[in-house]
């Protein structure tokens, strides 16, 4: 768009395909990784993952607990493989259910996080788009991806791929328990393969007012990403994204301890501020008083939502609008998408290289040297 068109953003363009031709891939692969009887067994589930992988995780632990009814725990890797207490693996015959998502698959302390769970008793289960990669190797069952190729950027598509084999192993085992009728689990993939029409026809007017935030920011030292519950993960996503793409300090915060801390930042009306809030999230109303006391700091705003202005008192910012699903849960498998198109408008803008490149000082982090090649210790 007017000599901003990036990887990133062509890669957002190409989501509404991929969510039709993922969800077409991974229902028949989830419908046999388990029995009845091995869902009927789990009490207890572990979402892991680093990086995008881990936002992802946070993202659908909601979903599961509601979908499952089982008590689920969004631990990022390195908790699960150093720090978690061992006697809380195997307290039953494959119990807990280890959920460790990782794209490459060869994440040292993902592959790390699984063995330990498996040593110590639990059923664990590898999401990655390489079965023969350390994550493959190591896990017990494998739910594998496959990805169309496309140029490179920071994790876009593979963001999506996560949330959708995510999103529909919950829909999976929920049905297998029978907290729901097959007919109903029909329903749940209906609605997440519908998203791919709904942003569709949403990504014009998105992607016009993500170029016009990045231009007013583009000289922002700084950005602040807030959101609470699911929308918190997008969050914590969002600022990923700019780490990578533009390099610049940004910060991520929930809806609460942003009154407790995040306002105190000096020189408000320079940190470029991000929320992400949807209409059904139960935090709505606290995310809406964040709202109006940013306002009054004079911070630069952009409310990413279902909503529009008349849902947050008319406070004056970008309104970004993404589409509403006929369930709330299935919110995070697209409302990412402005964020990525922000974040490589204004790596367009300020002429950023994403990841630095690994060139001088960031050589180290080419080819993901710096979280693969990373001693395995398993206690």
């Known amino acids: 768009m007017e000599g901003y068109d ?4 062509r890669q957002v363009f190409s989501l509404p395909d991929l969510i039709e031709q993922q969800v077409s891939d991974l229902i028949p692969k989830i419908a046999d990784l388990w029995t009845r009887e091995e869902a009927l067994c789990i009490q207890k589930i572990i979402l892991t993952g680093c990086g995008d992988s881990y ?7 909601y979903t599961f607990e509601t979908l499952t009814g089982i008590p689920t725990e969004a631990v990022p890797a390195l908790d699960l493989a150093r720090y978690y207490c061992k006697e809380q693996f195997g307290q039953d015959k494959g119990n807990p259910l280890v959920i460790a998502v990782s794209n490459s698959g060869n994440v040292a302390r993902v592959s790390e996080a699984v063995q330990r769970a498996g040593m110590h008793g639990s059923m664990t289960l590898g999401i990655t788009g390489n079965r023969h990669s350390e994550l493959g190797r190591h896990s017990e069952k494998i739910l594998c991806s496959q990805i169309p190729t496309f140029e490179n950027a920071p994790g876009t598509r593979s963001y999506l791929v996560s949330i959708l084999a995510l999103n529909l192993l919950a829909v999976r085992l929920g049905e297998l328990r029978r907290n729901y009728t ?23 007017q998105m992607d016009g007012i993500c170029l016009e935030v990045a231009r007013q920011w583009k000289d922002c030292p700084c950005y602040e990403y807030v959101g609470a ?4 993960a997008a969050a914590w996503f969002g600022h990923a994204k700019i780490l990578e793409a533009v390099g610049k300090f940004v910060m991520h915060c929930n809806a609460e301890d942003w009154h407790h801390l995040n306002f105190f930042a000096r020189e408000a009306d320079k940190i470029g501020t991000v929320v992400v809030c ?13 709202v109006r006391y940013a306002q009054k700091l004079g911070r630069p705003l952009a409310i990413i939502t279902d909503g529009g202005p008349e849902d947050f008192d008319s406070v004056r910012a970008a ?13 995070p ?12 408008y204004l790596s367009a803008i300020t002429g950023e290289t994403y990841g630095r490149d690994g060139e001088g000082p960031w050589e180290f982090s080419k080819g993901g040297r710096c979280v693969r090649e990373s001693e395995i210790i398993i206690r």
């Open 278 to 290: 949807n209409t059904a999230n139960p935090a709505v109303s606290r995310t809406k008083e964040m």
């Open 6 to 9: 990036n990887p990133m953003r």
């Open 55 to 61: 936002a992802a995780c946070m993202a659908e632990k």
């Open 229 to 232: 519950g699911f929308d918190y």
């Open 333 to 344: 498998v697209t409302h990412f998408a402005p964020l990525c198109l922000m974040a490589g």
């Open 182 to 204: 097959s007919e109903m689990g029909d329903r749940y993939r209906k609605d997440i393969r519908n998203q791919s029409d709904l942003l569709r026809e949403l990504l014009p």
């Open 319 to 331: 309104y970004i609008q993404v589409h509403a699903p006929v369930y709330p849960i299935h919110m």
